[in-house]
Protein backbone atom coordinates (compact mmCIF):
# COMPACT_ATOMS: atom_id res chain seq x y z
CA UNK A 1 0.00 0.00 0.00
CA UNK A 2 3.12 2.20 0.70
CA UNK A 3 3.92 2.38 -3.32
CA UNK A 4 0.72 2.93 -4.23
CA UNK A 5 0.93 6.16 -1.70
CA UNK A 6 4.34 7.22 -2.97
CA UNK A 7 2.65 6.71 -6.48
CA UNK A 8 -0.05 9.04 -6.51
CA UNK A 9 2.07 11.53 -4.37
CA UNK A 10 4.41 11.66 -7.48
CA UNK A 11 1.89 12.21 -9.53
CA UNK A 12 0.45 14.76 -8.27
CA UNK A 13 3.96 16.40 -7.71
CA UNK A 14 4.54 16.24 -11.41
CA UNK A 15 1.42 17.56 -12.81
CA UNK A 16 1.64 20.50 -9.89
CA UNK A 17 4.78 21.27 -11.49
CA UNK A 18 3.67 21.39 -15.08
CA UNK A 19 2.47 25.30 -16.80
CA UNK A 20 -1.16 24.44 -16.94
CA UNK A 21 -1.46 23.57 -13.53
CA UNK A 22 1.14 25.36 -11.69
CA UNK A 23 -0.50 28.53 -12.82
CA UNK A 24 -3.09 27.94 -10.01
CA UNK A 25 -0.56 28.99 -7.89
CA UNK A 26 0.77 32.28 -8.93
CA UNK A 27 -2.11 34.67 -7.92
CA UNK A 28 -2.68 38.37 -8.40
CA UNK A 29 -5.97 39.68 -6.64
CA UNK A 30 -8.57 40.05 -9.44
CA UNK A 31 -10.31 44.06 -9.67
CA UNK A 32 -13.58 45.13 -9.35
CA UNK A 33 -13.59 46.00 -13.11
CA UNK A 34 -12.81 42.49 -14.25
CA UNK A 35 -15.48 40.36 -11.90
CA UNK A 36 -17.09 38.13 -14.44
CA UNK A 37 -19.49 35.29 -13.32
CA UNK A 38 -17.82 32.12 -15.07
CA UNK A 39 -19.80 29.04 -15.71
CA UNK A 40 -17.58 26.42 -16.39
CA UNK A 41 -14.90 24.60 -13.39
CA UNK A 42 -12.36 21.62 -13.76
CA UNK A 43 -10.47 20.75 -10.27
CA UNK A 44 -7.83 18.23 -9.78
CA UNK A 45 -6.96 17.22 -6.24
CA UNK A 46 -5.59 14.49 -3.53
CA UNK A 47 -7.87 12.91 -1.59
CA UNK A 48 -6.37 11.42 2.14
CA UNK A 49 -8.97 9.55 4.08
CA UNK A 50 -8.81 7.33 7.70
CA UNK A 51 -8.49 4.33 5.44
CA UNK A 52 -6.76 5.40 2.47
CA UNK A 53 -5.46 7.82 0.08
CA UNK A 54 -6.49 8.60 -3.26
CA UNK A 55 -7.25 11.46 -6.34
CA UNK A 56 -10.05 12.85 -7.85
CA UNK A 57 -11.26 15.17 -10.95
CA UNK A 58 -14.08 17.46 -11.51
CA UNK A 59 -15.59 19.06 -14.20
CA UNK A 60 -19.12 20.62 -14.21
CA UNK A 61 -21.05 24.17 -14.71
CA UNK A 62 -22.88 26.81 -12.22
CA UNK A 63 -26.57 26.55 -12.38
CA UNK A 64 -27.35 29.76 -10.61
CA UNK A 65 -25.14 32.08 -8.28
CA UNK A 66 -25.68 29.92 -5.72
CA UNK A 67 -25.25 26.23 -6.92
CA UNK A 68 -23.07 24.34 -8.82
CA UNK A 69 -22.91 21.09 -10.33
CA UNK A 70 -19.63 18.88 -10.78
CA UNK A 71 -19.36 15.13 -12.43
CA UNK A 72 -16.76 14.01 -10.68
CA UNK A 73 -13.84 10.90 -10.70
CA UNK A 74 -12.13 9.09 -7.48
CA UNK A 75 -9.58 6.78 -7.29
CA UNK A 76 -9.06 5.64 -3.45
CA UNK A 77 -7.18 3.28 -1.77
CA UNK A 78 -9.30 1.19 1.07
CA UNK A 79 -7.75 -0.32 3.91
CA UNK A 80 -9.31 -2.09 7.25
CA UNK A 81 -9.50 -0.12 10.45
CA UNK A 82 -8.61 -4.57 11.88
CA UNK A 83 -5.36 -4.56 9.73
CA UNK A 84 -2.01 -4.34 11.87
CA UNK A 85 1.33 -4.53 10.61
CA UNK A 86 3.64 -7.65 11.58
CA UNK A 87 7.41 -8.52 11.12
CA UNK A 88 8.48 -11.92 11.76
CA UNK A 89 11.52 -11.89 14.22
CA UNK A 90 12.38 -15.31 13.51
CA UNK A 91 14.36 -14.49 10.32
CA UNK A 92 16.73 -11.62 9.81
CA UNK A 93 15.86 -9.11 7.13
CA UNK A 94 12.01 -10.12 6.89
CA UNK A 95 9.68 -7.95 5.52
CA UNK A 96 6.40 -6.01 6.93
CA UNK A 97 3.13 -7.58 6.41
CA UNK A 98 -0.50 -8.01 6.95
CA UNK A 99 -1.64 -10.82 9.03
CA UNK A 100 -5.08 -12.23 7.67
CA UNK A 101 -5.22 -9.80 5.21
CA UNK A 102 -6.92 -11.38 2.01
CA UNK A 103 -7.15 -8.60 -0.79
CA UNK A 104 -5.59 -4.84 -1.38
CA UNK A 105 -8.73 -2.70 -1.88
CA UNK A 106 -9.46 0.26 -3.93
CA UNK A 107 -12.55 2.08 -4.87
CA UNK A 108 -12.98 3.52 -8.42
CA UNK A 109 -16.36 6.26 -7.82
CA UNK A 110 -17.95 8.57 -10.70
CA UNK A 111 -21.06 10.53 -10.03
CA UNK A 112 -22.68 13.77 -9.59
CA UNK A 113 -21.63 16.58 -6.79
CA UNK A 114 -23.65 19.81 -5.91
CA UNK A 115 -22.04 22.64 -4.45
CA UNK A 116 -24.36 24.87 -2.86
CA UNK A 117 -22.83 28.48 -1.83
CA UNK A 118 -23.66 29.28 1.50
CA UNK A 119 -21.14 32.11 2.53
CA UNK A 120 -19.57 34.63 -0.34
CA UNK A 121 -16.94 36.85 -0.08
CA UNK A 122 -17.55 40.40 -0.78
CA UNK A 123 -15.61 40.27 -3.77
CA UNK A 124 -12.83 38.38 -5.46
CA UNK A 125 -9.25 39.73 -4.55
CA UNK A 126 -10.33 40.37 -0.64
CA UNK A 127 -8.86 37.86 2.03
CA UNK A 128 -11.49 35.48 3.16
CA UNK A 129 -13.11 31.67 2.69
CA UNK A 130 -16.31 30.77 0.36
CA UNK A 131 -18.16 28.08 2.25
CA UNK A 132 -19.95 25.50 0.28
CA UNK A 133 -22.07 22.61 1.65
CA UNK A 134 -21.43 19.83 -0.66
CA UNK A 135 -23.06 16.70 -1.69
CA UNK A 136 -23.67 14.11 -3.93
CA UNK A 137 -22.82 10.58 -5.16
CA UNK A 138 -22.83 7.66 -7.88
CA UNK A 139 -21.53 4.03 -8.27
CA UNK A 140 -18.86 2.49 -7.23
CA UNK A 141 -16.71 -0.12 -8.42
CA UNK A 142 -14.83 -1.97 -5.70
CA UNK A 143 -11.62 -3.72 -6.90
CA UNK A 144 -10.25 -5.95 -5.13
CA UNK A 145 -6.73 -7.54 -5.88
CA UNK A 146 -5.50 -10.88 -3.83
CA UNK A 147 -2.93 -10.02 -1.32
CA UNK A 148 0.64 -12.29 -1.51
CA UNK A 149 3.08 -12.60 1.25
CA UNK A 150 6.65 -14.86 1.22
CA UNK A 151 5.86 -18.43 2.90
CA UNK A 152 8.79 -20.39 4.20
CA UNK A 153 8.67 -23.66 3.71
CA UNK A 154 9.36 -25.39 6.71
CA UNK A 155 10.38 -29.12 4.72
CA UNK A 156 11.82 -27.66 1.27
CA UNK A 157 13.23 -24.16 3.60
CA UNK A 158 12.12 -21.82 0.49
CA UNK A 159 11.00 -18.91 0.55
CA UNK A 160 7.94 -18.83 -1.74
CA UNK A 161 5.28 -16.10 -2.81
CA UNK A 162 2.07 -17.60 -2.26
CA UNK A 163 -1.56 -15.52 -1.77
CA UNK A 164 -2.64 -15.57 1.59
CA UNK A 165 -4.81 -18.62 3.21
CA UNK A 166 -5.49 -18.53 6.80
CA UNK A 167 -5.76 -21.96 6.94
CA UNK A 168 -2.41 -22.73 6.10
CA UNK A 169 -0.36 -19.30 6.70
CA UNK A 170 0.40 -18.03 10.33
CA UNK A 171 2.88 -15.42 11.67
CA UNK A 172 5.12 -17.57 12.72
CA UNK A 173 6.21 -19.07 8.86
CA UNK A 174 5.64 -15.82 6.83
CA UNK A 175 8.47 -13.88 5.80
CA UNK A 176 6.93 -10.72 5.01
CA UNK A 177 4.93 -9.03 2.06
CA UNK A 178 5.23 -10.08 -1.95
CA UNK A 179 5.51 -7.50 -4.21
CA UNK A 180 2.31 -5.64 -5.08
CA UNK A 181 2.70 -6.92 -8.73
CA UNK A 182 1.68 -10.56 -7.53
CA UNK A 183 -2.21 -11.36 -8.19
CA UNK A 184 -2.86 -8.67 -11.05
CA UNK A 185 -4.07 -11.14 -13.11
CA UNK A 186 -6.96 -12.41 -10.01
CA UNK A 187 -8.01 -8.97 -9.83
CA UNK A 188 -12.13 -8.99 -9.13
CA UNK A 189 -14.74 -6.01 -9.25
CA UNK A 190 -17.53 -5.44 -7.44
CA UNK A 191 -20.05 -2.56 -8.16
CA UNK A 192 -22.15 -0.41 -6.14
CA UNK A 193 -23.01 2.86 -5.01
CA UNK A 194 -21.71 5.82 -2.51
CA UNK A 195 -22.26 8.89 -1.20
CA UNK A 196 -20.78 11.88 0.21
CA UNK A 197 -21.64 14.99 2.05
CA UNK A 198 -19.05 17.96 3.41
CA UNK A 199 -17.95 21.38 3.17
CA UNK A 200 -15.76 23.24 0.97
CA UNK A 201 -13.65 25.92 1.93
CA UNK A 202 -11.98 27.97 -1.26
CA UNK A 203 -9.83 30.67 -0.43
CA UNK A 204 -8.39 31.78 -4.19
CA UNK A 205 -7.83 35.15 -4.90
CA UNK A 206 -8.39 35.07 -8.02
CA UNK A 207 -12.40 34.55 -9.43
CA UNK A 208 -10.33 32.28 -12.74
CA UNK A 209 -8.52 30.48 -10.12
CA UNK A 210 -9.65 27.69 -7.73
CA UNK A 211 -8.05 26.71 -4.14
CA UNK A 212 -9.98 24.56 -1.98
CA UNK A 213 -10.12 22.24 0.74
CA UNK A 214 -12.82 19.99 1.57
CA UNK A 215 -13.88 18.20 4.58
CA UNK A 216 -16.73 15.51 5.15
CA UNK A 217 -17.81 12.31 4.88
CA UNK A 218 -18.38 9.26 2.15
CA UNK A 219 -19.45 5.78 2.09
CA UNK A 220 -19.42 3.40 -0.12
CA UNK A 221 -22.15 0.45 -0.38
CA UNK A 222 -21.33 -2.85 -2.14
CA UNK A 223 -24.48 -5.21 -2.73
CA UNK A 224 -22.27 -7.92 -3.13
CA UNK A 225 -19.31 -7.36 -0.59
CA UNK A 226 -15.62 -7.09 -0.83
CA UNK A 227 -13.06 -8.93 1.57
CA UNK A 228 -10.37 -7.38 2.50
CA UNK A 229 -9.63 -9.29 6.20
CA UNK A 230 -11.01 -12.94 6.19
CA UNK A 231 -12.20 -12.34 9.76
CA UNK A 232 -14.50 -9.68 8.09
CA UNK A 233 -15.77 -11.48 5.01
CA UNK A 234 -17.70 -10.15 2.49
CA UNK A 235 -18.14 -6.49 3.92
CA UNK A 236 -20.98 -4.20 2.51
CA UNK A 237 -20.23 -1.28 3.86
CA UNK A 238 -17.12 0.78 3.96
CA UNK A 239 -17.68 4.30 6.03
CA UNK A 240 -14.46 6.82 5.56
CA UNK A 241 -13.88 10.46 6.69
CA UNK A 242 -12.21 12.61 4.46
CA UNK A 243 -10.16 15.63 3.62
CA UNK A 244 -8.97 16.92 0.17
CA UNK A 245 -7.23 19.99 -1.63
CA UNK A 246 -7.93 20.67 -4.79
CA UNK A 247 -6.40 23.19 -7.45
CA UNK A 248 -8.19 24.06 -10.83
CA UNK A 249 -9.84 26.37 -12.82
CA UNK A 250 -13.32 28.53 -14.06
CA UNK A 251 -13.25 29.40 -17.87
CA UNK A 252 -17.05 30.57 -19.77
CA UNK A 253 -18.10 28.02 -22.11
CA UNK A 254 -20.86 29.11 -24.52
Given at each position: ????????????????????????????????????????????????????????????????????????????????????KLINTYYVNSKRFVLGKMNDAFFLRTGIVWKK?????????????????????????????????????????????????????????????????????????????????????????????????????????????????????????????????????RFNKF
Amino acid sequence: MKRIEKILFLFLLIISSTPSFSQFDTESNDSLENMILYNRQNTYGIVVHNLGIGINYRTGKRLSIFKTRMFEFEFVSMKSYKQIKLINTYYVNSKRFVLGKMNDAFFLRTGIVWKKLLNRKPYWGEKGVELRLIYGGGLSIGIAKPYYIYYIDLVTNQIIPERFDPNKHSSTDIYGRAPFSKGFNEITVHPGLHLKGGLNFEFGTQSTKVKAVEVGAAIDILPAGMTIMYNNTNQLIFPQFYISFSLGKRFNKF
